[in-house]
């Protein structure tokens, strides 16, 4: 996170300048060259993951392409099916290292010790993940460019101004400098928060979950989280965000359908705690149906709050605003873990405490940077665009 806060502006410029095919191309390679070196590295594996997120400036520009290889009533369809591969990647990343993890120990009649697997026990999981890049390098060879530069930028005005006056604003210039641009800028701090909230969460409840029960956990194995998380988890993602999720953006908005899925993401990360007083069949029960019903208000979330950036700037500036979100982010990204590890460590060590014993404090420091993300998209700090407003 930190090498990808460093990089991303650079690689958002880079897909308005020479399009957003090659920069989500390169992307993707270098995913497959430095993800497998990192299963390979003890020494060097900070570097190789630092190295890995300066060259992923893959985020920017596809927020930016799934707007504009979409028509306009699918707008919110192409930004929830970015967000919900986030989410797949939030949950079913750490179920494949749960499966992969260590295979000659979990695995000895088929990987021996002696193997590269035995000398490397988090190699597999990561020559997982590259071969599943490799192969969706190879697809982006029927990827069309969405970006198109004309001589003739007269032309395109004139069929701005022929369209209906919504989408005219959705595709007018905006103020020049994305600085000036506040309901671009005011997206930013609940963008930021929602990220932030995510990686947190993500790190605390796979740590939570496998923690013992004397200090407030679930005493899982890492097959029990995987096999808990990973199924049937992404199939219901997919329904939601390919049939469910467009009724909701077309009734509430992306204002109200961001405020609403903060709200109840505050919901179910409550009762956490409460899922210790649980075990067997109804723990994992409990346990899927709270990430499943979590990532879909944080998938909800954070698509309305990308349909309100993106949205806010013209084409040309798209992929600079999502690399300078993406910068933004991702520096919240980059402090979220070390946040969530010493505050899950600072639990360990308080669980007999009377006022929010240690695992119940966890979850609710997450539930107050979750409500900071809520408050910042209310007025007067969420400021939204006037339709027809055009830079001067």
């Known amino acids: 996170m ?169 595709d007018s210039p905006r103020k020049k400098s994305l600085l000036q641009n506040w309901p671009w800028m005011s997206t930013m701090v609940c963008y930021c928060f929602f990220g932030f909230h995510d990686t947190a969460y993500s790190e605390i409840l796979s740590l939570w979950a496998v923690s013992d029960r004397k200090y407030g956990g679930l005493s899982f194995s890492s097959e029990d989280i995987g096999g808990v998380l990973a199924v049937p988890f992404g199939p219901s993602l997919l329904v939601y965000q390919l049939i469910i999720y467009h009724w909701v953006h077309k009734f509430l908005g992306p204002v109200i359908s961001s405020r609403v899925a903060s709200a109840l993401s505050i919901l179910i990360v409550s009762t956490y705690p409460f899922m210790t007083y649980l075990s067997g069949a109804k723990l994992s029960f409990a346990l899927y149906s709270a990430a499943m019903m979590r990532s879909v208000v944080a998938i909800t979330a954070s698509t309305g709050i990308s349909l309100l950036q993106n949205h806010a700037v013209r084409q040309d500036q798209r992929g600079t605003a999502n690399g300078i979100s993406t910068t933004a982010m991702s520096f919240f990204k980059a402090i979220a873990p070390i946040g969530a590890g010493y505050l899950f460590s600072w639990a360990q060590k308080h669980q007999d405490s009377t006022f929010f014993p240690g695992d119940q404090m966890v979850f609710l420091v997450l539930n107050l940077v979750q409500l900071l993300g809520l408050m910042f998209t209310f007025e007067p700090f969420l400021v939204l665009p006037t339709v027809g407003e055009e830079c001067s």
């Open 2 to 170: 930190i090498g990808r806060a460093f990089s991303a502006i650079f690689w958002g410029i880079d897909a308005d300048r020479i399009g957003r095919k090659p920069v989500i191309v390169f992307a993707i390679l270098s995913v497959v060259i430095f993800n497998t070196l990192f299963g390979l590295r003890t020494e060097m594996a900070i570097a190789t993951r630092l190295v890995l997120g300066s060259l992923n400036g893959l985020l920017a520009p596809i927020k930016a392409y799934a707007i504009e290889v979409c028509q306009a009533e699918h707008h919110a369809l192409g930004l929830s099916v970015v967000n919900t591969a986030w989410g797949f990647g939030l949950v079913i990343g750490p179920a494949l290292g749960g499966y992969l993890a260590q295979p000659a120990e979990k695995y000895p009649q088929t990987f021996s010790k002696e193997s590269v697997f035995g000398r490397f026990p988090y190699f597999l999981p990561c020559v997982a993940v590259s071969l599943l890049a490799a192969i969706v390098l190879i697809s982006c060879i029927w990827m069309p460019e969405t970006i198109h530069k004309h001589k003739s930028p007269e032309k395109d005005i004139q069929v701005v101004k022929a369209l209906p006056s919504e989408q005219a604003y959705l």
